[in-house]
């Protein structure tokens, strides 16, 4: 029975590639790559549009897939265990607007790899090769628009090899939505966004790309297929770009569905440079409730006080107010660079530019939130011919042994020990215009960072740690703790990071991985002082624990009968009970709906809440120009439920309008004041969305082939 042991493993391995692969994001750090601009692992693939000189930064340069898994090992050295890669999806073979397509956001074939930057196998063997080295492979995807709309290939979209319309093709099969009143089909056609708020936002051209309809039924089904292709293939998660320009209801579908393969980390880019309470900074949190965002708004303030001129206690203030609005700040994600923004050392016009820079570099990696080290950071790498997009994306240059490399190797090691830098909460405990000390705790698990950019400076403050004498992680530097009191020396442009460690002997959870699902899918938990064993309920409904350790536990979604957005997540172990995280639980079967109703007399800013989970939370309508009010939301298909009316603007409390709609679960709902009739039973169907590159059959026929190995095997075993 060994031999037939050993058989039955290896086939449980083939036919499941990606087990074991889970992790938990908050004790790692991200790693940004432009493919393009990284290392030339295959000259083969240098095709056209190509600089080999590396002067013309609107053209190839030659990175690529093959370059990137050459490089894994000097990415390990700097201990970040996550890549995200910017898109790697076909692009245009087009100059437009008097640019190559290569970053990546020009897409014309969802189904097939840019043949600058590889192909399938490639992106294969790379995601082997970083899982080898504790890293996984985060693809960006961009699901908003295809490629340039009037210029290029005009917004030519392919299936696989096969074309299936571009924006003019398109235009003649356009229809004007009666509900909506956009123009759309495959693509909106509404010309480019010049008011950016309200219809104009969501379903207008971004700078001139073509905007993807994703409520047709055909788009909603082929960029899920897409997004399946780099899930199938290995990449444990997804940067969502753009997502301020689609609705939010679609995603929530949308990343629903891809939780359905394995716990993904995905993430989101929410275009938005302030702090202050805007409509628009509500919109970010409201998004932040369904997967997590990067920190934007406070990259800019973290600039401006570091590189230029600002109070560290106003961006303290700033810091916890915004931290505050989020239900998981440390799921969230933070920079200080990135292919969008100048970079710090292009933008900081001082002489001691790198001391500032190293400060801000391990700012953003102490805060909470997720760190994300922009390529080359760790080597100065900046443009001598510009600032801007696209001279923020010169060529890599590797050096893993200069003082910023070791501040990112040395916190990324931080981030596995200490839960308080991975989950912890944050306060402030002193701050003025030059110095500022704040404090995270998760548990027994504590973190100090103070930091100095004026004059030489003595800082005691309150600290309530054991007496005793503690190291800085990453100078060295010594801090005096006793009756309650801390000292340290900090010199001018200084930040050092105190930590301590003490036995986490209560269940503590950290974080959700990911933290919105619907029954049945898997969640990973992160935390701390789960023991070996225990349970895990949910909504009050016992979990299926599919494994346990002490910091990690995989969980499958108990269905649970809630009208709630959010249910509480607990871990019992030896007797005792964790505090309640939070999951945004979906009903299930959900498909993304219009959902509309007639104005009427109705006037000014609306939103709804609903009598199901999936509209617990208020959503704001837009008014259209034939007399409707509309969202998009996912409703569980065929499911009765009302909502109720509400007046107000975001950040105020919302004025209930005495009305109650009802509607049933589709793709297109009009809500009236009759309750419908209960809907009859729709007949079982089961679609499987199989993307090309993925076909099981290779598998299942491997598969089959082993057990009958293995039962000859058993057999010959049994005669002997």
Known sequence: MGRLAVVLTLVLVLLSPFAGAYRVPERGVVYQIMVDRFYDGNPGNNDRFYDSGHRNYRLYWGGDIEGITEKLDYLGSLGVSMVWL????????????????????????????????????????????????????????????????????????????????????DTRNASVNPTTGIREAVYHHNGNIFRWEGIQLKYANLYGLADFNQLNPWVDSYLTEGARLFVGNGACGLRIDAVKHMELGWLETFYLRLYSERPLFIYGEYYSLSTEGTKDLHELYRYSNVSPVLNMPIREDIVRTFGFVGSFETLARELEVYYSRFLYPNKELNFLDSHDLVRFLNAAKRDDSVERFHMALALTMTLPGIPVIYYGDESYLVSPDGKGDPYNRPMMVFNNTTEAAGIIRTLAGLRKTNDALAFGDFRTLYANYSVWAFER?????????????????????GLDWPDGVYRDALYGAEMAVGNGKATVFLPRNSLYVFHLERPQDEPLIGSLTPYAAQAGQEVLIGGAGFGNAGRVFIGGKEAEVLSWNSTEILIRVPKVETSAAWVNVTVETGGKRSAPAKLRYYSGNDVPALIALEAGNLTGELWIVGNISELAEPRPLLKSSTGYYFTVAPLPNRTAFSVRLYRGSAWEKLEPLNVTLYGVGGRTVVLTRKPPETPAPEPTTTIVHRPIGTNPAPYIALAALLLAVAAVMFRRRAVS
Do not use: Q
Request: glycine residues 10%; aromatic residues 12%.
């Open 86 to 169: 910017t898109p790697l999806n076909d692009n245009i073979n087009k100059m437009a607007h008097g640019s190559a397509p290569y970053h990546g956001y020009w897409t014309r074939d969802y189904k097939r790899i840019e043949e600058h930057f590889g192909d399938w196998n490639d992106f294969r063997k790379l995601v082997e090769e970083a899982r080898k080295r504790g890293i996984c492979v985060i693809v960006d995807y961009v699901p908003n628009h295809a490629g340039p709309a009037t210029d290029g290939e005009f917004g030519a979209l392919y299936d696989n090899g096969t074309k299936v319309t571009d924006y003019y093709e």
């Open 441 to 461: 705790t998760f548990g027994t698990h504590r973190l100090l960072v103070v930091m100095n950019k004026g004059s030489p400076s003595n800082l005691t403050l």
